[in-house]
């Protein structure tokens, strides 16, 4: 479990539940109150060598964003729900593209709220809506701290429209298995290579503990996916990524295997994610590649087109070896 060195709260949070139970529970750990969970003045002058230390930092507030923005890969619409940032220290992370050093986490109290606009968007609309509700964070992550996603599949469960969708790259699974979700919720499991995972997804769950949690989520009666990303172009990615791909075939369960759908994405990188880590992780690899990366927009890296197509047939070809069947949602 999660044990922050402080907290910064706003004293807003005392109206609600949430913000109660946390700050009794947490009632032993050094606290400030803050005006607003965006603008943390210490933190913002913080140097980036410091950035592991205020990933030791929690943040509580309440969300006023509310704004749904359209998608069009596994969800109809992206969701700001009940946190945003990480305790986790992926070297890639593309919310320090959005929050530069101040990714940490941070807990939003008024989840009554949020979950009830999702309801209300799902019952008026035609169609069966599915909501991305973990884009910023991951929900099973934060779940460990606050409970929100057994309280949100359970409140969810009532509905009979639409569904709830979210990625992970944990195995704290257990808390879910054994509760009533309705089919209404959809778990993706993000995957890579056990060296990638070793030595650029720091503070994450090893590989074989993502696999075990899948196959207990599909026997739980989750529909389940897996994301193969980022894929990292490292000396004999394309060695790694097959061995990754059989050891999937290998190790999920046949359950899972039935209709499970995969989804690909390739790295994308920053400027700012190149001067934190050489100043935090000094011995890490090296993610930027002048060889291999072109611009995307000011400050941020992509992989050319000639290796993304490569890596995309790469892709296509072995999974249709591994799973003939599967779905490839998308490449990109």
Not at 14 to 26: D, I, P, S
Not at 52 to 77: A, W
Not at 155 to 174: A, C, W
């Amino acid at each position: 479990m999660f044990i922050p060195d402080s907290i910064y709260y706003e004293k807003e949070i005392e109206n609600y539940k949430l913000g109660k139970e946390l700050l009794e529970k947490y009632n032993n750990i050094p606290k400030v109150i803050i005006d607003s969970h965006n603008n943390i003045e210490e933190m913002r002058k913080k140097q980036n060598s410091e950035f592991p230390k205020m990933k030791r930092n929690l943040i509580i507030g309440v969300r006023k964003t509310h704004k749904f923005v359209e998608n069009h890969k596994v969800s109809d619409y992206l969701v700001p729900y009940t946190s945003s940032g990480c305790t986790a220290m992926c070297l890639y992370c593309y919310l320090v593209c959005n929050y530069n050093k101040c990714a940490y986490l941070r807990l939003f109290v008024n989840r009554e709220q949020m979950l009830e606009k999702i309801k209300k968007v799902a019952n008026q609309a035609e169609k069966e809506l599915t909501f991305e509700i973990g884009s910023n964070s991951d929900l099973i992550l934060e779940n460990t701290i606050t409970g929100n996603l057994e309280w949100t599949i359970k409140e969810f469960s009532n509905t009979n429209k639409g569904y709830l969708t979210f990625p992970t790259k944990f195995d704290m699974v257990d808390s879910i298995c054994n509760i009533e979700h309705n089919n209404r919720i959809i778990i993706r499991m993000s995957v890579n290579p056990e060296i990638i995972i070793n030595k650029i997804e720091f503070g994450t769950s090893r590989l074989k503990e993502r696999i075990i949690a899948i196959n207990k989520l599909k026997k739980a009666g989750y529909k389940v996916g897996i994301l193969i990303a980022p894929v990292v172009i490292i000396d004999g990615w394309k060695k790694e990524y097959e061995e990754l791909i059989k050891y999937l075939y290998e190790n999920l369960s046949e359950d899972v295997k039935k209709d499970v759908f995969f989804e690909i994405i390739f790295m994308t990188y920053s400027y700012v994610h190149r001067m934190i880590n050489q100043e935090t992780f000094p011995n890490a690899i090296n993610l930027y590649n002048q060889e291999l990366m072109t611009g995307r927009g000011r400050g941020k890296y992509m992989y050319k087109n000639f290796i993304r197509q490569e890596g995309e047939e790469f892709f296509r070809n072995t999974l249709n070896k591994y799973f003939p069947k599967n779905e490839i949602v998308y490449i990109v």
